[in-house]
T-cell receptor, first 114, second 113 residues
Framework: KNQVEQSPQSLIILEGKNCTLQCNYTVSPFSNLRWYKQDTGRGPVSLTIMTFSENTKSNGRYTATLDADTKQSSLHITASQLSDSASYICVVSDRGSTLGRLYFGRGTQLTVWP | EADIYQTPRYLVIGTGKKITLECSQTMGHDKMYWYQQDPGMELHLIHYSYGVNSTEKGDLSSESTVSRIRTEHFPLTLESARPSHTSQYLC????????????FGQGTRLTVV
């Protein structure tokens, strides 16, 4: 069964600290993995996309890693800011159909305190 | 900022009413989707479309219906709202292809009382 599991479910950190969010997936055949940021009451916005051959990709203070062998990804946030408070969703796409089916994790709710 | 818009943002409606949630995108995307999201839960696909006159049901059983008469417009209709329909509804669109990015609207928070 194609699934995406994220951990931790929630996380509280102090402003300026770093944190790492985890994503494990069983989606096959794998196409790509995206991390989305979803602010409260808003739609998700893509942060990074990683394909099978990519190990690391950065977008400002966000760095995503992918290990396609173990089917694990992480999102590292450096020097956190109050505006980083949001839900971070791991989304995996398959190649099993022309639709490019999306599988969503439940998200990690990150809260950054001053 | 993605050019995909949902209206209304918030809606409180009584049981048994008919409602239509609007979704429009100006990016010329062929693929459009409707997702349902409850707090702390993953997004569930309820409808999708490959293009004009194409609509399909997603994984989550839903009493809603959709139509795709124009490329840019993908409305979702509930003929008779019930409290179990209370949820957040997210519309998204993307280009055709497997690795294309899905752009999301800001969502409609529906409450049925």
């Amino acid at each position: 069964k194609n699934q995406v599991e994220q951990s931790p479910q929630s996380l509280i950190i102090l402003e300026g600290k770093n944190c790492t969010l985890q994503c494990n997936y069983t989606v096959s055949p794998f196409s790509n993995l995206r991390w989305y940021k979803q602010d409260t009451g808003r739609g998700p916005v893509s942060l990074t996309i990683m394909t099978f051959s990519e190990n690391t990709k950065s977008n400002g203070r966000y760095t995503a890693t992918l290990d396609a062998d173990t089917k694990q990804s992480s999102l590292h946030i450096t020097a956190s800011q109050l505006s980083d408070s949001a839900s971070y969703i791991c989304v995996v796409s398959d190649r099993g159909s022309t639709l490019g089916r999306l599988y969503f994790g439940r998200g990690t709710q990150l809260t950054v305190w001053p | 900022e993605a050019d995909i818009y949902q209206t209304p943002r918030y809606l409180v409606i009584g049981t048994g009413k008919k409602i239509t949630l609007e979704c429009s995108q100006t990016m010329g995307h062929d693929k459009m989707y409707w997702y349902q999201q409850d707090p702390g839960m993953e997004l569930h696909l309820i409808h999708y479309s490959y293009g004009v006159n194409s609509t399909e049901k997603g994984d989550l059983s839903s009493e809603s219906t959709v139509s795709r008469i124009r490329t840019e417009h993908f409305p979702l209709t509930l003929e008779s709202a019930r409290p179990s329909h209370t949820s957040q509804y997210l519309c998204a669109s993307s280009e055709l292809g497997v690795d294309t990015e899905a752009f999301f609207g800001q969502g409609t928070r529906l409450t049925v009382v």
